[in-house]
C-alpha cells in the first residue's frame, strides 16, 4: 500500500517535467533503474563553429532497441539532457531557446557555437523503464572558408574507370525541416575545376564522377546552405575520395615471402625472425588475413611463449592494393624447431594461398653477450689491477692467512725470529724498544735476541750459530757498523748467510733503519742483497702498526695463525712448550 502511494508520488514529480539526474537517482528506489549505454562515439558528430549541427538519437539505431514510429503511441518519451563540464548533473536541454529545436530522433542546434560542444545525452522513458546513451558533438574552429587538411567527415573510394555520384553527406536529413537549400562542392578547396571535363560534372546537389580518374581524387567539401524561419543556415562536409583499382583479374592474396627458393637462416639458440610478405589487393575495406602456422597451429593454438606474430604491418600501398608484412618471432630457437614446418597464409573473399618457410641453422655467435662479458671482464680486470696495486700488501696477507700454512707444525724450531743488529748504534734502540716489542707482544712472535737468550758461559760462535739455526727467520737491521769485522753482527750475518744458502730452513730478511750507502755494507751482504727483501724503515709513518714497514714485514715473517695476543701460544708440539717454559724460567732468574 505504501509503496503504490510511492510511485504515485513518483509518478507525480515525472508528469511535473522535473526530469533530471537527481530524478534518475530517485526513481532508484521505485525500481526504475535507467539503463545507461554510455556514449556510442560511432554517433559523435563535428561540426564547424557558426553552422548547423544535429544530434541523433542513437537508441533509434545503436543498440537498436526501439523504433520511433512505435515510440509515439507508447508510453515512452524522449527527452535530451545535456552533460557539461560545468555542471556535474545533467542538465534538461532549455527548448525554448531558440537555437534548440526536438524533431521527432533529432535535436537540432542552429546555429551551434563553441560553448554548444559536449556531451548530450538522449533518454527513452516511461514510469516503470528508463534507457539512456550519449553522444558527442565537437564544435572546431575553422579559418577561412574551406580547409582540405581538415579531417574527412566520410572517406570513399573509387575504382579506377567506374562511376560514382557523390552526394553530400546528411543532406537527406535536411527534409526533415522543410526548407529550400543549395549545395556548393569544391574540389581541393576550388569551384572552378568542374567545368570543362567530359568525366565530371554537377548535377543537381551532387557531383557525378561518370569515369574515375586520379586527378578525380582528393577532398572535396560540400557547403549546404539553406534558409529557416528567416535566417541563413549552413554547413560543411568534408570528402575524402581516392582512386582504387579495378576489381578485375586475380584477387587472391599474393604471398612474396617466404618465396620458392628463399631460405631463412636460423641462429640455434637465438631469437628467430621470419617475415612473411603478402600482397592484398584491394576489395572494399574487405578484412583481409595474414597468419603464421607452425606444423599446422596457429600461434594462438600453440600458445608456446617461445612464439610470437604481431599483427601484420602496413609496408606499401598502390591505388588500394596493399603490401602487408607479418612477422612470427621464436625465442630460443632450437634443433627440434628446426624440423618443424612454418607456414605464412593469407586469405580473403576471393581465395587462399600458403608458402612453407624454409629454415637453415647457422652457429650462435652472441655478439652483444660476447662484448658485454668482454666489457665486464676488463672492467673487473681494471678494478682488480687498481685493488691490487692500492692494497697488495693486505691482499698478499689475507691470501697467507687463508692458504699459508704455519711452519712451526712442520719444523721444531724455537724462534720465530733471530734480531741481528749493530750493538752500541741507533739501531740498538729502535730494535730492543721497538721491533722486539711489536714482534713479541703485537704479533706474538717468539723472538731471539742473542744479549738476552743467550746463557752466559757458551762461545759465542757456537752460541750464535745454535741460535741461528734454531729460528725460523733472521731479521738483519743493517747500518753501517753492522761492517766492521769481528762484530758480533756480522758473525749472525754469516751464520745467517750460509744456513739460508746451504737449503736450510731459514730466511734471511734486511731492515734499513736509516739509510745505508750500499759500499759501506759488508761483502757478504753486497752479495746476497738481491736474493733478499729490504724493509726500510721510514720513521714516524712506519710507526703504527697499519703502516706498510710492519705489513711488509709480516709477510716476510712466519704465518702466525693469531698475530695479535703473545698469550695465546701458536700450538706447538708437547715437547717445544716445555722446552719454552724452561726458557721462561731461565730468563726470569
Ligand atoms: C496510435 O494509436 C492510435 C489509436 O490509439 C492509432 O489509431 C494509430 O494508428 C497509432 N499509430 C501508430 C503509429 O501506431
Ligand atoms: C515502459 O516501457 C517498456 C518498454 O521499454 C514497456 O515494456 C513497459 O510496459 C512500459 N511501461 C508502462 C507503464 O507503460
Ligand atoms: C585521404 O586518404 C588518403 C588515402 O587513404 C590519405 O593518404 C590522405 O592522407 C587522406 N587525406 C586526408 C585529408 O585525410
Ligand atoms: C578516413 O580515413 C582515415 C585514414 O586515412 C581515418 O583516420 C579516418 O578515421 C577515416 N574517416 C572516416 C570517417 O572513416
Ligand atoms: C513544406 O514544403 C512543401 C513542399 O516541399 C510545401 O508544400 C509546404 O507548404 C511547406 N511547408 C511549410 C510549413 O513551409
Ligand atoms: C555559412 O554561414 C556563415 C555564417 O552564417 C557564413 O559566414 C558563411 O559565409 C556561410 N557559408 C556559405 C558557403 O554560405
Ligand atoms: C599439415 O597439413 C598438411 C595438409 O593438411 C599435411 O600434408 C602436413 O603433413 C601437415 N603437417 C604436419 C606437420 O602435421
Ligand atoms: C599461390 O601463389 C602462387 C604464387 O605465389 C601461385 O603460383 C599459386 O597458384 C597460388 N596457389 C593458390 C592455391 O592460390
Given at each position: 500500500?505504501?509503496?503504490?502511494?510511492?510511485?504515485?508520488?513518483?509518478?507525480?514529480?515525472?508528469?511535473?517535467?522535473?526530469?533530471?539526474a537527481?530524478?534518475?537517482?530517485?526513481t532508484l528506489?521505485?525500481?526504475?533503474q535507467?539503463?545507461d549505454?554510455g556514449?556510442?562515439?560511432?554517433g559523435?558528430?563535428?561540426?564547424?563553429?557558426?553552422?548547423?549541427?544535429?544530434l541523433?538519437?542513437?537508441?533509434?539505431?545503436?543498440?537498436?532497441?526501439?523504433?520511433?514510429?512505435?515510440i509515439?503511441?507508447?508510453?515512452l518519451?524522449?527527452?535530451?539532457?545535456r552533460?557539461?563540464?560545468?555542471?556535474?548533473?545533467?542538465q534538461?536541454?532549455?527548448l525554448?531557446?531558440h537555437?534548440?529545436h526536438?524533431?521527432?530522433e533529432?535535436l537540432?542546434i542552429?546555429?551551434?557555437?563553441?560553448?554548444?560542444?559536449g556531451?548530450?545525452?538522449?533518454?527513452?522513458?516511461?514510469?516503470?523503464?528508463?534507457?539512456?546513451?550519449?553522444?558527442e558533438?565537437?564544435?572546431?574552429?575553422?579559418?577561412g572558408?574551406c580547409?582540405?587538411?581538415?579531417?574527412p567527415?566520410l572517406n570513399?573510394?573509387i575504382?579506377?574507370?567506374s562511376?560514382?555520384?557523390?552526394t553530400?553527406?546528411d543532406?537527406?536529413?535536411?527534409?526533415l525541416?522543410?526548407?529550400?537549400?543549395?549545395?556548393?562542392?569544391?574540389?581541393?578547396?576550388?569551384?572552378?575545376?568542374?567545368w570543362?571535363?567530359?568525366?565530371?560534372?554537377?548535377?543537381?546537389?551532387?557531383?557525378?564522377?561518370?569515369?574515375?580518374?586520379?586527378?578525380?581524387?582528393g577532398?572535396?567539401?560540400?557547403?549546404?546552405?539553406?534558409?529557416m524561419n528567416g535566417?541563413?543556415l549552413?554547413?560543411?562536409?568534408?570528402?575524402?575520395?581516392?582512386?582504387?583499382?579495378?576489381?578485375?583479374?586475380?584477387?587472391e592474396?599474393?604471398?612474396l615471402?617466404p618465396?620458392?627458393?628463399?631460405?631463412y637462416?636460423?641462429t640455434l639458440?637465438?631469437?628467430a625472425?621470419?617475415?612473411c610478405r603478402?600482397?592484398?589487393?584491394?576489395?572494399n575495406d574487405e578484412?583481409?588475413?595474414i597468419?603464421?602456422?607452425?606444423?599446422?597451429?596457429?600461434?594462438?593454438?600453440?600458445?608456446?611463449s617461445?612464439?610470437?606474430?604481431p599483427?601484420?604491418?602496413?609496408v606499401?600501398?598502390?591505388?588500394g592494393?596493399?603490401?602487408?608484412?607479418?612477422?612470427?618471432?621464436?625465442?630460443?630457437?632450437s634443433?627440434?624447431?628446426?624440423?618443424?614446418?612454418?607456414?605464412?597464409?593469407?586469405?580473403n573473399?576471393?581465395?587462399?594461398?600458403t608458402?612453407?618457410?624454409?629454415?637453415?641453422?647457422e652457429?650462435?655467435?652472441?655478439?652483444?653477450?660476447?662484448?658485454c662479458g668482454?666489457?665486464?671482464?676488463?672492467?673487473?680486470?681494471?678494478?682488480?689491477f687498481?685493488?691490487y696495486?692500492?692494497?697488495?700488501?693486505?691482499l698478499?696477507?689475507?691470501?697467507?692467512?687463508?692458504f699459508g700454512s704455519?711452519?712451526s707444525?712442520?719444523d721444531?724450531?724455537?724462534y720465530?725470529?733471530?734480531?741481528?743488529?749493530?750493538?752500541?748504534?741507533?739501531?740498538?734502540?729502535?730494535v730492543?724498544?721497538?721491533?722486539r716489542?711489536?714482534?713479541?707482544?703485537?704479533?706474538?712472535y717468539?723472538?731471539?735476541i742473542?744479549?738476552?737468550?743467550?746463557l752466559?758461559?757458551?762461545t759465542i760462535t757456537?752460541d750464535?750459530?745454535?741460535?741461528?739455526?734454531?729460528?725460523?727467520r733472521l731479521?738483519?737491521?743493517?747500518?753501517p757498523?753492522?761492517?766492521?769485522?769481528?762484530?758480533q753482527?756480522?758473525?749472525?750475518?754469516q751464520?745467517?748467510?750460509t744456513?739460508?744458502?746451504?737449503g736450510?730452513?731459514?730466511?734471511?730478511?734486511?731492515?734499513?733503519?736509516?739509510?745505508?750507502r750500499?759500499?759501506?755494507w759488508?761483502?757478504e751482504?753486497r752479495r746476497a742483497?738481491?736474493?733478499?727483501?729490504?724493509i726500510?724503515?721510514?720513521?714516524?709513518?712506519?710507526?703504527?702498526?697499519?703502516?706498510?714497514?710492519?705489513?711488509?714485514?709480516?709477510?716476510?715473517l712466519?704465518?702466525?695463525?693469531?698475530?695479535?695476543h703473545?698469550?695465546?701460544?701458536?700450538?706447538?708440539t708437547?715437547?717445544t712448550?716445555?722446552?719454552?717454559?724452561?726458557?721462561?724460567?731461565?730468563k726470569?732468574?
Amino acid at each position: 500500500m505504501i509503496l503504490l502511494v510511492f510511485r504515485l508520488l513518483c509518478l507525480c514529480i515525472l508528469l511535473m517535467g522535473g526530469f533530471s539526474a537527481s530524478v534518475t537517482q530517485a526513481t532508484l528506489q521505485s525500481d526504475v533503474q535507467c539503463y545507461d549505454w554510455g556514449v556510442w562515439s560511432e554517433g559523435s558528430v563535428r561540426v564547424y563553429d557558426g553552422e548547423v549541427a544535429w544530434l541523433y538519437c542513437p537508441l533509434f539505431s545503436h543498440p537498436t532497441l526501439y523504433i520511433y514510429s512505435q515510440i509515439q503511441n507508447s508510453s515512452l518519451s524522449l527527452l535530451w539532457y545535456r552533460h557539461t563540464h560545468t555542471h556535474e548533473l545533467e542538465q534538461p536541454i532549455n527548448l525554448k531557446l531558440h537555437t534548440l529545436h526536438k524533431d521527432r530522433e533529432y535535436l537540432w542546434i542552429q546555429p551551434a557555437t563553441e560553448q554548444d560542444a559536449g556531451l548530450y545525452i538522449c533518454m527513452l522513458r516511461n514510469i516503470s523503464s528508463c534507457v539512456k546513451i550519449g553522444v558527442e558533438l565537437e564544435v572546431i574552429h575553422r579559418d577561412g572558408e574551406c580547409d582540405f587538411r581538415a579531417r574527412p567527415h566520410l572517406n570513399i573510394s573509387i575504382p579506377f574507370q567506374s562511376e560514382r555520384t557523390l552526394t553530400c553527406p546528411d543532406l537527406h536529413t535536411l527534409t526533415l525541416p522543410n526548407s529550400t537549400h543549395s549545395v556548393t562542392w569544391y574540389h581541393w578547396c576550388r569551384t572552378d575545376g568542374f567545368w570543362f571535363t567530359m568525366d565530371r560534372e554537377l548535377k543537381g546537389d551532387d557531383v557525378v564522377i561518370y569515369r574515375m580518374l586520379d586527378p578525380y581524387a582528393g577532398v572535396y567539401t560540400c557547403v549546404v546552405s539553406y534558409q529557416m524561419n528567416g535566417r541563413m543556415l549552413n554547413f560543411t562536409r568534408t570528402l575524402n575520395v581516392t582512386a582504387v583499382v579495378a576489381d578485375i583479374g586475380n584477387k587472391e592474396p599474393l604471398i612474396l615471402n617466404p618465396a620458392k627458393d628463399q631460405i631463412y637462416s636460423v641462429t640455434l639458440g637465438g631469437r628467430a625472425e621470419l617475415s612473411c610478405r603478402v600482397k592484398l589487393p584491394y576489395l572494399n575495406d574487405e578484412k583481409q588475413e595474414i597468419w603464421w602456422t607452425i606444423d599446422n597451429k596457429t600461434v594462438e593454438q600453440l600458445a608456446d611463449s617461445r612464439f610470437t606474430s604481431p599483427e601484420a604491418e602496413f609496408v606499401s600501398g598502390y591505388y588500394g592494393d596493399q603490401i602487408k608484412e607479418r612477422f612470427l618471432y621464436v625465442m630460443d630457437f632450437s634443433a627440434d624447431d628446426l624440423q618443424r614446418e612454418f607456414q605464412c597464409s593469407a586469405r580473403n573473399s576471393r581465395g587462399f594461398n600458403t608458402s612453407r618457410a624454409v629454415l637453415k641453422a647457422e652457429l650462435y655467435v652472441p655478439t652483444l653477450e660476447l662484448g658485454c662479458g668482454l666489457g665486464v671482464t676488463l672492467a673487473l680486470m681494471l678494478m682488480m689491477f687498481v685493488i691490487y696495486h692500492v692494497f697488495w700488501l693486505e691482499l698478499l696477507l689475507l691470501y697467507r692467512s687463508w692458504f699459508g700454512s704455519d711452519e712451526s707444525y712442520t719444523d721444531d724450531k724455537k724462534y720465530d725470529v733471530y734480531i741481528s743488529y749493530a750493538r752500541n748504534s741507533e739501531e740498538e734502540e729502535f730494535v730492543l724498544s721497538t721491533l722486539r716489542r711489536v714482534l713479541e707482544t703485537e704479533f706474538g712472535y717468539s723472538v731471539c735476541i742473542f744479549d738476552r737468550d743467550s746463557l752466559p758461559g757458551g762461545t759465542i760462535t757456537d752460541d750464535t750459530l745454535r741460535f741461528v739455526s734454531q729460528s725460523r727467520r733472521l731479521v738483519v737491521v743493517v747500518s753501517p757498523c753492522s761492517a766492521v769485522h769481528g762484530t758480533q753482527a756480522l758473525l749472525e750475518l754469516q751464520a745467517g748467510l750460509t744456513s739460508m744458502l746451504h737449503g736450510g730452513s731459514l730466511r734471511v730478511v734486511l731492515i734499513q733503519f736509516k739509510p745505508v750507502r750500499r759500499q759501506s755494507w759488508v761483502k757478504e751482504l753486497r752479495r746476497a742483497r738481491l736474493a733478499l727483501t729490504l724493509i726500510r724503515w721510514q720513521g714516524e709513518k712506519s710507526v703504527p702498526l697499519s703502516s706498510r714497514f710492519w705489513k711488509q714485514l709480516q709477510l716476510e715473517l712466519p704465518m702466525r695463525s693469531n698475530t695479535h695476543h703473545t698469550d695465546t701460544h701458536t700450538p706447538l708440539t708437547e715437547n717445544t712448550h716445555n722446552t719454552d717454559t724452561q726458557l721462561t724460567d731461565i730468563k726470569q732468574t
